[in-house]
């Protein structure tokens, strides 16, 4: 074991939980109506108990077990068994790898929240996410970092696909189930309705750019300087891509917003992701620019061309931005073109589909949308009996 690298990730590891609670909760619970800011925040809340006792239970043997057929770990590693405080994974005491993978596995399916937030029955939320968590997430997990058949020496050849902290893993898979839920959920009933708290967004950016030096960096899993340059180049990208896009939405419509600025911070921060372990400060620059005019057109395309309610632009933001990201990894020449855009084609292919059968599962279990009265009337009071502001008291 490594004292310094023990630390280092320990903080990491709050940092990346940091990210969904209060983050990302404050983040899509400002963009939305003010009748559903708390649904968003029980959501995004519940999300991060409820994974976290499944990655203890099956999701971190599924990713990371010693499975041998390269799509899917054994479950010798249930409920941590066999891992004590002395266990080693690397230089870090395993328990506290699990624990730093656990936070990946609680904010992932919390991303997804953004697109259907505002019309989503809660009881769907619960069991879809940790049904999708457990054979859609894990299984990803452990093709890709738990030594399963797309990593060196698998189907890519020696130099396997590279994902430094989830580009493919988390923003891909996240953004494209998001893009399938929208599309069978279904668009909200009024969507003219601008977020109800700007700056409570513009907070929960600030903590999301925050936390994701622990995601970046922590990634490295040492304390050294691959660990200072990955948290270096994802600061510069999401400086970039916050000018970019705020720079792109003045010329097109005359006005840059706080909203605005602020998602073009979490588009770079989304791109850099899977580049930040192989790349410099001026590739970061560069990947940041292109983030921030790319994902503010994806939105229009996704929002306006398409017509598909991804509420809170998740599959525009976070699905555009990892994929891009993946790509550059290749186009820097830090990855194999195929293993770059192979890896991108299969877990497209295989989030897709188990997203659509888990929907399609779920809704037989527990609802999939609510009433139109609760949706007119708001998830907060029509779902959990609370209004998140009482101008009367």
């Not at 010798?76 to 002395?86: H, I, P, Q």
């Not at 992932?108 to 259907?116: C, H, N, Q, R, S």
């Not at 020496?153 to 893993?169: H, K, N, S």
């Not at 009265?373 to 959990?384: F, I, P, R, W, Y």
């Amino acid at each position: 074991m490594n004292g310094a690298d023990t630390a280092w990730i320990i903080v990491a590891t709050a940092l990346v939980l940091f990210m969904t609670l209060p983050g990302l909760a404050l983040f899509y619970g400002g963009l939305v109506r003010a009748r559903n800011v708390l649904s968003v925040f029980m959501q995004c809340y519940a999300i991060a108990c409820l994974m976290s006792v499944l990655w203890l239970a099956f999701g971190y043997s599924i990713a990371f077990g010693s499975g041998t057929s390269g799509y899917w770990g054994d479950l010798d590693k249930m409920f941590l068994a066999g891992v004590t405080a002395d266990s080693l994974s690397g230089t870090l005491p395993e328990v506290l790898f699990f624990a730093f993978q656990m936070t990946f596995a609680i904010i992932t399916p919390a991303l997804i929240v953004g697109a259907y937030v505002e019309r989503i029955g809660f009881g769907f939320v619960l069991v879809f996410s940790g049904l999708w968590m457990l054979l859609c997430y894990a299984p990803v997990v452990h093709w890709i970092w738990g030594g399963g058949f797309m990593s060196d020496g698998g189907i890519f050849g020696d130099v396997g696909v590279r994902d430094f902290a989830g580009g493919i893993v988390v923003h891909e898979t996240a953004g494209l189930a998001a893009l399938v839920i929208a599309v069978m959920l279904g668009a909200r009933k009024d969507r003219t309705k601008p977020p109800h708290n700007p700056g409570m967004v513009f907070l929960g950016a600030a903590m999301l750019w925050v936390g994701w030096f622990g995601f970046n960096g922590g990634s490295q899993l040492a304390a050294d300087g691959g660990a200072a340059m990955a948290l270096t180049v994802t600061h510069i990208s999401a400086a970039t891509a916050s000018l970019t896009w705020a720079l792109w939405e003045k010329l097109k419509y005359g006005t840059a917003s706080l909203v605005g600025i602020v998602t073009g911070t979490i588009a770079g921060l989304a791109s850099i992701t899977p580049a930040s372990g192989f790349v410099g400060p001026v590739e970061a620059l560069l990947i940041g620019a292109v983030a921030g005019i790319l994902c503010q057109e994806a939105v229009n395309v996704i929002r306006n061309m398409l017509k598909i309610d991804d509420t809170l632009d998740v599959f525009a933001v976070h699905g555009v931005g990892g994929i891009f990201g993946t790509i550059m990894i290749a186009v820097f020449g830090a990855g194999a073109w195929a293993a770059q855009l192979g890896a991108l084609a299969i877990v497209g292919v295989f989030t897709v589909a188990v997203t659509v059968v888990l929907v399609l599962v779920t809704r037989m279990i527990a609802p999939l949308r609510v009433s139109d009265e609760a949706e007119v009337t708001g998830l907060d009071l029509s779902l959990h009996g609370e209004r998140a502001y009482d101008h009367t008291s």
